[in-house]
Each structure stands twice: as structure tokens, then as C-alpha cells.
């Protein structure tokens, strides 16, 4: 039986949400949990467990859900053409949802959602390094010193350069803005580069068992081939994680024109991950995934 948008048994029900108040509607509305709070706990034999953690976005970044706005499958339900296998016309409408939610997370990550929107400022999240994140640009102009394009004695003066330092206090991207005022409570959960393209996880397309298997599998390997946690890079191991031949299509290679069944179509089904290790508990080792290499994915 394939997975079910919205199955139990798929791995997106490792994705844990939280309720906030949605504004306007003052409706409670899940929006996904802040990545600090998730800990997934995977038992190993041996009295051991695997803590998986997450950083820098990987968890909003690269584990993508579909769609569940029934209202948004709906309407794509509704252009398709009638008469035909109504279960087909179904799916594809789910497909034409998710193409746009997708699509639609991957322009959060662009330059004109992350870049400062904050007036006279524009600049990039790189260049907020001030205090409280204050804007460290310094943009130089060519003029007349003074203003003046003749001195006294009514020479010529020569044009330099003068330095403007940016005005902006605080990085304020459109995204976290418009999150701000939706009532959501984590502010930018896409923060960090920008993108035009990424590698994504498609939870529903993944048994849960097969994802916390191949979880497991894969840092164990690593783990073995290491000899054990005390040659885990500081910087992160790169761990192989590979949903095997039965979950192709699992990883979705996108950018702005990506048609979502072409992409499943592709087939990829394995991605690289690196996660660093914390072994301050010898029997519950924290395994945070910070980083998915695209130019690995297979
Ligand atoms: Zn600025
Ligand atoms: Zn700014």
C-alpha cells in the first residue's frame, strides 16, 4: 500500500507542531515547533539511545510535509478535468497543492524575503553584524568634498569618495515580518543563506520505521567505521542517509521552475547529511544535523 497524505505510519508525523493563535482570524492554527525544542529519540540495542537534534534551519529547511489545507487541494481538485478515476483526480490535485506549497517555502528563502526589508537598508542578513543585529554596511559615494564643484579661488575640485554608514538598526526581512504579523512564534525559521534551489526531504513519501532505521544504520556505520565517538569530527561527520530503492522520489531536487512529479520522477531516494556529535552521555549521544549536501544527493 503507498503512504497517505497525512499517514500516521509516514515519517512526517516526526515533525511536531505547535499551536498558535492565527492573526487575524483568532483561530489556533499549528505552525511547525522551533527546532531548538525537537529531539527525536531512536532506541539502539545495548540500553542505548540516539538523540537526533537539529541546527542552522536543517529542520524547516530540508524535512518538507505536504500540504494538509484541504481547502488549497480543493481548488486544484477543481480545475482538474471530471469524469475520470476521482482517487487520480485526487492525488493530483494533492500534487498541485504541494507543488506550490514547496515552491512557495523555497521564495522564502530568496533574496527578496531574507534581504533587510527595513526602509533605506535592503541589505543582506551577512551584513547585519552590528549591535542587536544592526546593519554594518557602509556604502561609499563619489562627490565634491563639501559639495562644492569649485574651491574658493573658483578651481576645479576633484570628486572622492565619501562614506555613508547604513542607518538600520535591527535586520527585519519581509518573511519574519510577515511571520510577525500571521501571530506565528518562531520568527525566521529559514534564516541563514539565501537559495534558489534545495534538496528536500518529502516526509509522507517515507515509512517512519524506514526513516528511523536508516537513521540509526547510517550513524552506527559511521560510528564503527570510525571506531567509535571519540574521531567524530568537531565539524560533523558526513552521514549517508539512504531511503533505499522502495521510497524513490523521497528527495526532491527544487528550484523556481521545478514541476514537483518531474522531480519525484527523478527518483532520488539518498542525500548526505553531516551531524556533529555530543557525547557528554555515553548512553543517550546527541546527534544534531546541521547541514544536507545537494551535490550528493543520489
Ligand atoms: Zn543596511
Ligand atoms: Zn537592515
Redesign the pocket.
Known amino acids: 500500500m503507498p503512504l497517505k497524505i497525512g499517514d500516521a505510519d509516514s515519517s512526517r508525523s516526526l515533525v511536531s507542531h505547535i499551536k498558535y493563535t492565527s492573526v487575524p482570524s483568532g483561530l489556533s492554527s499549528d505552525t511547525r515547533a522551533d527546532e531548538s525544542t525537537v529531539q527525536w529519540s531512536i532506541a539502539v540495542s545495548g540500553g542505548v539511545t540516539y538523540l537526533i537534534k537539529f541546527s542552522s534551519n536543517f529542520y524547516k529547511k530540508h524535512l518538507h510535509t505536504s500540504t494538509k489545507k484541504l481547502a488549497n487541494v480543493q481548488a486544484e481538485y477543481d480545475k482538474l478535468p471530471s469524469g475520470g478515476d476521482d482517487d487520480a483526480r485526487w492525488a493530483a490535485a494533492q500534487l498541485a497543492a504541494d507543488q506550490t506549497k514547496f515552491l512557495k517555502q523555497l521564495g522564502h528563502r530568496s533574496r527578496g524575503e531574507q534581504d533587510?526589508g527595513?526602509a533605506g537598508?535592503g541589505?543582506s542578513i551577512g551584513e547585519?553584524t552590528g549591535p542587536g543585529r544592526a546593519?554594518a554596511k557602509v556604502t561609499q559615494k563619489l562627490e565634491f568634498p563639501g559639495g562644492k564643484a569649485v574651491d574658493d579661488s573658483g578651481k576645479k575640485v576633484k570628486k572622492a569618495f565619501v562614506n555613508y554608514a547604513c542607518a538600520?538598526t535591527g535586520?527585519a526581512p519581509p518573511y519574519a515580518t510577515a511571520r510577525g504579523l500571521a501571530g506565528k512564534p518562531t520568527a525566521n525559521p529559514l534564516e541563514g543563506a539565501t537559495a534558489k534551489m534545495n534538496d528536500l526531504i518529502w516526509m509522507d513519501k517515507i515509512p517512519r520505521a524506514t526513516f528511523e532505521k536508516v537513521l540509526q544504520d547510517s550513524i552506527k556505520k559511521r560510528w564503527t567505521e570510525l571506531g567509535g565517538a571519540g574521531a567524530w569530527n568537531a565539524d560533523g561527520e558526513h552521514i549517508k542517509w539512504d531511503f533505499g530503492a522502495a521510497n524513490r522520489g523521497c528527495i526532491i531536487k527544487i528550484n523556481e521552475s521545478t514541476k514537483l512529479a518531474d522531480a519525484f520522477a527523478a527518483g532520488h531516494s539518498a542525500v548526505e547529511v553531516t551531524m556533529k556529535l555530543d557525547n557528554t552521555d555515553v548512553t543517550k549521544p546527541i546527534f544534531t544535523a546541521c547541514h544536507l549536501d545537494g551535490k550528493k544527493t543520489t
Open positions: 533587510c527595513v537598508c541589505h547585519h546593519c538600520c535586520y
